[in-house]
């Protein structure tokens, strides 16, 4: 069926160390792909997004890059801080049309050792 | 802050029960999701509404509806409560009327069924 795989599911590094997050997807006709960090006891926070009409976009410390032929798309984080700890989500729009839904993969928690 | 606003924070209720949620959007959205968060399932799209319609359905169960209000609030009504159900419930809301734009999550109402 249509879904969003991400990887990997628990993520540590060292304070200024980088993280990668990365995702797959499986419907080509796919075109928006947002990220999402989610700390503890709060709602999903859009972070960062890209179209399928750019390869990568970046903000400040975090980038997003997308594959489209290969239907991956990955979140990158530089010089991680202690505060980037949460969980983080990508998604994608599936279903095509008027019928775009967002389909979330199962999240990678990332921690961020001091 | 969101600006995306749920109610309660917490609900504690008995199997068999009925519940409403409830969530306003961002000032000038006109779309409202509603997602349920568990451990085992991740965030599931449940239901859409857009402008009063409902414009989009997931994986929601028949127990549950939802409405939008002509003042763009939405309740989301979960009737004879399972165990299953406790979860997380979140509510996003975006300006535009499919899954192809910015979501904005509120901070999730907690339910716990037992």
């Known amino acids: 069926g249509e879904n969003v795989e991400q990887h990997p599911s628990t993520l540590s590094v060292q304070e200024g160390d980088s993280a990668v997050i990365k995702c797959t997807y499986s419907?080509?006709?796919?075109?928006?792909f947002p990220w999402y960090k989610q700390e503890l006891g709060k709602g999903p926070q859009l972070i960062i997004d890209?179209?399928?009409?750019?390869g990568e976009k970046k903000d400040q410390r975090i980038a997003v890059t997308l594959n489209k032929t290969a239907k991956h798309f990955s979140l990158h984080i530089t010089e991680t801080q202690p505060e980037d700890s949460a969980v983080y989500f990508c998604?994608?729009?599936?279903?095509?049309?008027?019928?775009?839904?967002?389909?979330f993969g199962k999240g990678t928690l990332l921690t961020v050792n001091p | 802050d969101s600006g995306v606003t749920q109610t309660p924070k917490h609900l504690i209720t008995a199997t068999g029960q009925r519940v409403t949620l409830r969530c306003s959007p961002r000032?000038?959205?006109?779309?409202v999701y509603w997602y349920q968060q568990s451990l085992d399932q991740g965030l599931q799209f449940l239901i859409q509404?857009?402008?009063?319609?409902?414009?989009a359905k997931g994986n929601i169960l028949e127990r549950f509806s939802a409405q939008q209000f002509p003042d763009l609030h939405s309740e989301l009504n979960l009737s004879s409560l399972e165990l299953g159900d406790s979860a997380l419930y979140f509510c996003?809301?975006?300006?535009?009327?499919?899954?192809?734009?910015?979501?904005?999550f509120g901070p999730g109402t907690r339910l716990t069924v037992t």
């Open positions: 419907d080509s006709a796919s075109n928006y």
């Open positions: 000032s000038g959205d006109l779309s």
């Open positions: 998604a994608a729009n599936l279903g095509g049309g008027s019928n775009y839904k967002l389909t």
């Open positions: 890209i179209r399928s009409n750019v």
């Open positions: 509404y857009y402008n009063g319609e409902e414009r």
């Open positions: 996003a809301s975006s300006v535009h009327p499919d899954g192809s734009y910015e979501q904005y």
